[in-house]
């Protein structure tokens, strides 16, 4: 159960904090599709955040899996992306803990995963998303979607290496 459905990601940690060092507790997540920010729609989001009392602050594990919908680089078409996604982050209680990710626990003892969770989730994004492996892309003639009919336009060989090929092939 999700205490704000408008920020499922928000997570109340103040017994946490008053918990014992080691203590640890586990917050699961399952929801059709969470708004990680204006950039970023993830659909099938589920994970689980483990979130351990330490001296120095509190350890937040998460790990993760979505779906996102991306551009094809080839044939410009929308397709949906799988996503995994895992990290380990300190919220510091105090300046002298605080790590690389200057994390802090806030005072009102709530924690918002979701700025985490879209970083994350982003870094996986591909590189050139392909829609599928074999992608035959956009005809360079009229555009067409070579996934979806061929146009019967074929690449002319203008290419200044055509000469070169010539020789490959005596």
Not at 9 to 29: H, K, P, T, W
Not at 99 to 120: K, N, W
Not at 149 to 165: I, M, T, V
């Amino acid at each position: 159960m999700v205490a704000n459905p408008r920020k499922p990601l928000r997570l109340n940690v103040g017994f946490i904090i008053n918990a014992q060092i080691g203590f640890s507790r586990d917050f699961e997540f399952d929801l059709p599709i969470l708004k990680a920010g204006d950039d970023l729609t993830l659909k099938d989001f589920r994970g689980v955040t483990k979130i351990t009392r330490t001296p120095q602050g509190l350890l937040v594990q998460g790990n993760f899996t979505g779906n996102a919908k991306l551009e094809c680089v080839r044939c410009l078409s929308e397709y949906n992306q799988p996503l995994e996604w895992e990290f380990v982050e300190l919220y510091a209680f105090d300046r002298k803990s605080v790590t690389e990710s200057g994390l802090m626990v806030p005072e009102d003892a709530h924690i918002d995963l979701q700025p985490l969770v879209r970083e994350f989730a982003m870094l996986e994004f591909p590189i050139k998303p392909l829609c599928k492996p074999d992608c035959k892309g956009l005809c360079i003639v009229c555009g067409e979607d070579l996934n979806q009919r061929d146009c019967g336009h074929r690449p002319d060989n203008d290419s200044p290496f055509a000469a070169l090929k010539q020789l490959l092939d005596q």
